[in-house]
Nanobody, 123 residues
Framework: QVHLVESGGGLVEAGESLRLSCAASGPAFGGYVMGWFRQVPGKDREFVAAISFSGAGSDYRDSVRGRFTISRDNAKEMVYLQMNNLGPDDTAVYYC????????????????WGQGTHVTVSS
């Protein structure tokens, strides 16, 4: 498994941007599909974005498509989530996750998780 540590969360106003970072450590980082998920208290954890091993492929939930961009740097073992035009509905704890093998948007398929970073967007 890979160890993940998120950073970059904070309090911003609606319309502003944040960039989340996820530092990974462990073997064969380049073999993992990497994802970002988020969770609001009392609700299920939901898929936000995922990126393929090479970074050539990515996918997003509909509500963030066009505003969020996931990227990775395999040499630095880092994954990023650039979040633009944030709104109050984006307020959540954001988690970085790693999955060995096939692509998935299901959180139950991911093997490793970070501790989460809080994002709060005020209206």
């Amino acid at each position: 498994q890979v160890h993940l540590v998120e950073s970059g969360g904070g309090l911003v106003e609606a319309g502003e941007s944040l960039r989340l970072s996820c530092a990974a450590s462990g073997p064969a980082f380049g073999g993992y599909v990497m994802g970002w998920f988020r969770q609001v208290p009392g609700k299920d954890r939901e898929f936000v974005a995922a990126i393929s091993f090479s970074g050539a492929g990515s996918d997003y939930r509909d509500s963030v498509r066009g505003r969020f961009t996931i990227s990775r740097d395999n040499a630095k073992e880092m994954v990023y989530l650039q979040m633009n035009n944030l709104g109050p509905d984006d307020t959540a704890v954001y988690y970085c996750a790693a999955k060995w093998g096939a692509w998935s948007a299901r959180c139950g398929k991911y093997d490793s998780w970070g501790q989460g970073t809080h994002v709060t967007v005020s209206s």
